[in-house]
């Protein structure tokens, strides 16, 4: 356990450092990741300034510590005689530390610990069901410490009034049915059911711990909220909640947030069901969460893309809903282990800066999402399947160096910057024209809007409390409650965010090291507005199947020297890795669309097989690498036929390849080899974020898609833009289109023309 909790910390405060390497650094990252690995006493020293536990937190004995009983009933409560405790019309108020044993019910009444000496006042609630008509039922409102104490086989309720009848003097307090002004701890074996009609189940404005207990929490806010910490060892916790299900508030504390070591938790929330107001880390325990009703039945691309300046309709109109994420963190997201099950509207794990995956297994469904940080994402283990998704993974720089991923997206699989501005050709910063916006109805962009493509996502308008500007061209969200109450979501960004995410925003990259990643995309599969980079692991992408996005997009370099990388989807964007890389590839682009299911092989002169690939997607494009291709020596590509083997996202280990029909034999003579059926052809990468155009254009050499147009007038521009659309969309053949450019006076390079095969 200790090694695991070590492990988990290590590389969690690692992570900023590692988001600031330059592209030298991170061919060297194995290196530099074992130069960033703190110590076990740093790791132990960083985690108790977040939440350190003391024995008394832990459940003990109490019978011989001298207890004062408690007995309720109806609408009156019997105590031994004590100073301790001073009774007055319906109210029981606990003066002094000690051990208090409550039982039975009380129907209109409140608990208030107000002690004045330092000591801790320890609740043991033993089968007791407190309701008030007016207020909260239990209210801290002083103490050191408060530890409540479920008794073995009891349940406790604690039931609240809809609405509070408060004195001038309050300041609003309390506002949860169980409320505390100081530190708050719950432990012991029996359960503990709280009803917050007013506002929220249990709050705590300073430490909340829970080291133990069966607890649930119905709210018509939030669940459980710790203004410094939330911290909990272990516990079983079901929290039905209109707000957020567990929350920290304080953003302005150092080592604020929340720390969950174990437990198993069932959180349903209107809001997010996880967040911290600095940092979260959760090193065990297992999560059934569902936010904002749970993600879309299936969840269109087209809805989300931005018109041509960054800005979504949908946005606009989305600008006061609240956040409804899985698991969210202002500052640093870090999990070590775990379970967990997440159905999100919005991101299923977010964090404002940047987030780190060790271990555990997280089964994800959502409307947005998958995995976000506006600065970093690393992942160094687990399980990650991504079931539904907007975008699959999305970062300013994405690591992967170990873990098994699956992502199924309606846009990109992984992203890096750009969020949905970038996914379609002739659009500012690489893309096209959003699906269902004629090719003749470009827009002016306004003289008082931001640049288009602006890294920064500059809209015009202030972020969202709680939600930094993380995607360019996306308004963030926050209701009217968020920006009028600061306990409610009031993330802001801090110097050491903005630190972090300006030193990743000139150093965008996907850097991946090993693991297995599988993705199946309507969009982009692998997209990077800056480089990407591989050394090890396998990749496979399946999609797109439209020719406005690629299996791969990248804005500067793709740099490949290790790993197995296999892609196939439609041609019109089809790129392939740098010039310079060092392991070799081969992309085949085929006249006809090929059925889902069709079977590629590869082999040697000699019959042995590289590669055998059983896309699940239609496609007229595939990519092929492996560290087993040779420069100089020739190899044959067949489709369908039978194979035999394991197969994993139709890809096949230990193939036995049958009754294929030849398509070409080849010899590789450079790092990325572009073929058809006829041989080896002089298309390809025509430079940074090269490739071919829509309806197999070519891009002129070193241009990128927006700069296609340059030098054209705007109606030329739009008329070229409303062809290409068409193209796109299957309703204009290629001929056809070459007549239209013709009329027009304009002309693109097509693909390059064949070699002779080599047999």
């Keep these: 356990m200790i090694s695991k909790w070590s492990k988990m910390t290590a590389v969690s405060f690692s992570m900023i450092l590692l988001a600031a390497c330059n592209e030298g650094q991170v061919e060297n990252s194995s290196q530099e990741e074992s130069a960033l690995v703190m110590t076990s006493e740093e790791m132990k020293e960083a985690m108790q300034k977040l939440v350190t536990y003391q024995e008394a937190d832990e459940y003990s004995e109490w019978k011989d510590d001298n207890p004062t009983y408690i007995e309720l009933d109806g609408n009156e409560a019997s105590f031994s005689e004590s100073q301790s405790i001073l009774a007055s019309e319906g109210k029981l108020t606990i003066k002094t530390s000690g051990v208090y044993v409550l039982s039975g019910t009380w129907d209109n009444g409140q608990i208030v610990v107000d002690a004045e000496d330092e000591g801790t006042v320890r609740l043991v609630f033993n089968g007791v069901d407190i309701k008030s008509e007016i207020s909260a039922p239990v209210f801290i409102q002083n103490a050191a ?37 100081d530190n708050l ?146 500052v640093q997201l870090a999990v070590g282990g775990g379970t967990f099950t997440i159905d999100s509207l919005d991101d299923a794990v977010h964090s404002n800066d940047s987030v780190t995956i060790i271990d555990g297994s997280f089964d994800i469904e959502t409307g947005d999402d998958g995995i976000h940080a506006d600065s970093s994402v690393v992942t160094a283990g687990g399980t990650i399947s991504i ?57 002016e962009r306004p003289e008082d809007m931001p640049a288009a493509g602006d890294a920064s996502g500059n809209t015009g308008e202030m972020p969202a409390s709680g939600d930094s500007p993380s995607k360019p061209g996306e308004q963030k969200k926050a209701t009217a409650v968020d920006q009028s109450d600061p306990d409610r979501d009031s993330q802001q960004q801090t110097n050491e965010q903005t630190d972090s995410s300006s030193e990743t ?23 990077s507005n800056g480089s990407i980079q591989m050394t090890g692991g396998t990749v496979i992408v399946n999609g797109p199947t439209d020719n406005g996005n690629g299996s791969l997009d990248y804005d500067e370099t793709f740099e490949l020297s290790g790993g197995t990388l296999l892609t196939a989807g439609s041609s019109g964007m089809a790129l392939a890795p740098s010039e310079s890389s060092s392991q070799n590839s081969i992309v085949m682009t085929f006249t006809d669309v090929q059925a889902a299911g069709t079977i590629i092989h590869l082999a040697d002169s000699q019959g042995n097989s590289m590669a055998t690939f059983a896309p699940k997607v239609e496609f007229s494009s595939v990519l092929i690498s492996t560290e087993n291709l040779k420069k100089g020596e020739t190899y044959t590509l067949y489709s369908s036929g039978k194979a035999t083997g394991t197969v994993q996202d139709g890809f096949y280990t230990e193939t036995n390849y049958q009754e294929g029909t030849k398509v070409v034999s080849f010899e590789i003579s450079e790092s990325a080899t572009w073929l058809n059926e006829s041989g080896v052809t002089t298309g390809g990468n025509g430079g940074p974020g090269g490739g071919f155009a829509p309806g197999g254009m070519d891009r002129p050499q070193g241009q990128r898609p927006n700069e296609m147009f340059e030098g054209l007038d705007d109606e030329t521009k739009q008329e070229v833009q409303g062809i290409m659309k068409q193209m796109r969309e299957g309703t204009l053949s290629q001929e056809e289109a070459d007549k239209k450019l013709e009329e027009l006076g304009v002309s693109l390079p097509k693909r390059g023309t064949s070699k002779e095969s080599k047999e």
């Design 145 to 181: 410490n408060t530890i409540i104490s479920l008794e073995d086989g009891t349940l406790n309720t604690l039931t609240d009034a809809k609405e509070y009848v408060l004195d001038e003097s309050s300041e609003g307090e309390p506002n949860a049915a169980l409320f505390s002004k």
């Design 505 to 527: 925003e000139d150093n965008k990259a996907l850097v991946i090291q090993g693991g297995y990643i599988s993705i199946v995309t309507d969009g982009d599969g692998l997209d």
């Design 387 to 443: 079931q539904k998704s907007y975008e699959g993974i999305e970062g300013n720089r994405i690591t992967i160096i170990d873990g098994d991923i699956h992502i199924v997206s309606s846009d990109d699989g992984i992203n890096v910057s750009g969020g949905n501005d970038s996914s379609g050709f002739g659009m500012p910063g690489g893309g096209g024209m959003p699906p269902g916006m004629p090719g003749n109805q470009m827009p």
């Design 185 to 330: 701890t719950i432990n012991g074996t029996g359960s503990l059911r709280v009803v917050g009609n007013m506002n929220d189940g249990i709050k705590s404005k300073d430490d909340l711990k829970i080291t133990s207990g069966t607890i649930e929490v119905e709210a018509v806010d939030d669940g459980i909220v710790g203004r410094d910490v939330v911290g909990v060892k272990d516990g079983s916790i079901t929290i039905q909640a209109g707000g957020d299900g567990i929350k920290s508030t304080n953003e302005k504390k150092e080592n604020g947030g929340i720390a969950i070591q174990g437990g198993h938790f069932e959180i349903t929330a209107a809001n997010d069901g996880v967040q911290a107001a600095k940092s979260l880390y959760v090193m065990d325990g297992t999560f059934s969460i569902k936010t904002g009703g749970g993600s879309p039945d299936s969840i269109q691309a087209s809805e989300q893309r931005p018109d041509p300046w960054g800005m979504t309709e949908s946005a606009e109109k989305d600008s006061d809903t609240p956040s409804t994420k899985g698991i969210k963190a202002a």
